[in-house]
């Protein structure tokens, strides 16, 4: 696939973080990062559909840059709104009692980060708010080098959070030197760090 619309992809899938439920956006980006174009572009326009998840009309022309019919009438069929919406979340740098203890994750991201490109690895407890299409969890962010495969190192990074700890915690990589998208960058102001390179 050309580096281009990969990026846009890339881009695309950030954006989507905190309005697509956990699962949707992780099932979307494991499809792309592993080569399943078709697929990636189907679960993307229905997951648009099922959750009614409105795209700026920046946002129709990035995703009409990387599908492979970009005059798929179900995209034409997403709700346009006029700005991005604020994430649906509050994210806070410790979780409140009886929040799951996420050491045992910590050590294996820090760990498993390096692999990926990994610089700085940070930590937030995010917790719903209105509207907000999953409930209360540990997110990470993890910061890569410019020109990592940041849909490889998520889904790397997630598949051995899974099959190790069985945690389905959210992680979300950004590249060092971009500028997040707004779910990212409220994750990582309310964030700790947990390693750095």
Same mark, same amino acid.
Not at 37 to 58: C, P, R, Y
Not at 120 to 126: D, I, K, Q, T
């Given at each position: 696939?050309?580096?281009?619309?990969?990026?846009?992809?890339?881009?695309?899938?950030? &954006?989507?973080?905190?309005?697509?439920?956990?699962?949707?956006?992780?099932?979307?980006? *494991?499809?792309?990062?592993?080569?399943?174009?078709?697929?990636?572009? *189907?679960?993307?326009?229905?997951?648009?559909?099922?959750?009614?998840?409105?795209?700026?009309?920046?946002?129709?022309?990035?995703?009409?840059?990387?599908?492979?019919?970009?005059?798929?009438?179900?995209?034409?069929?997403?709700?346009?709104?006029?700005?991005?919406?604020?994430?649906?979340?509050?994210?806070?740098?410790?979780?409140?009692?009886?929040?799951?203890?996420?050491?045992?994750? *910590?050590?294996?991201?820090?760990?498993?980060?390096? &692999?990926?490109?990994?610089? &700085?690895?940070?930590?937030?407890?995010?917790?719903?708010?209105?509207?907000?299409?999953?409930?209360?969890?540990?997110?990470?962010?993890? &910061?890569?080098?410019?020109?990592?495969?940041?849909?490889?190192?998520?889904?790397?990074?997630?598949?051995?959070?899974?099959?190790?700890?069985?945690?389905?915690?959210?992680?979300?990589?950004?590249?060092?030197?971009?500028?997040?998208?707004?779910?990212?960058?409220?994750?990582?102001?309310?964030?700790?760090?947990?390693?750095?390179?």
């Amino acid at each position: 696939m050309d580096a281009k619309i990969y990026a846009a992809i890339t881009e695309m899938s950030a &954006r989507l973080a905190g309005r697509l439920p956990d699962d949707a956006l992780g099932a979307l980006r *494991d499809q792309y990062a592993a080569g399943e174009w078709a697929i990636g572009d *189907d679960t993307l326009l229905l997951s648009l559909a099922f959750q009614h998840v409105g795209i700026t009309v920046e946002e129709q022309a990035l995703i009409r840059s990387f599908l492979s019919d970009p005059d798929n009438p179900d995209l034409l069929d997403a709700p346009v709104v006029d700005e991005v919406p604020a994430p649906a979340y509050r994210f806070t740098p410790t979780g409140p009692a009886g929040a799951a203890d996420p050491s045992a994750a *910590d050590r294996l991201l820090a760990g498993e980060s390096p &692999r990926h490109g990994g610089r &700085r690895l940070h930590r937030a407890w995010r917790s719903p708010l209105d509207h907000a299409p999953d409930g209360p969890t540990w997110v990470y962010v993890l &910061r890569v080098v410019e020109g990592a495969d940041e849909l490889k190192a998520r889904s790397g990074l997630t598949a051995r959070l899974w099959t190790t700890l069985r945690e389905k915690w959210p992680v979300e990589v950004v590249a060092e030197g971009s500028t997040p998208a707004p779910y990212q960058a409220a994750a990582l102001a309310a964030a700790q760090p947990v390693w750095s390179a």
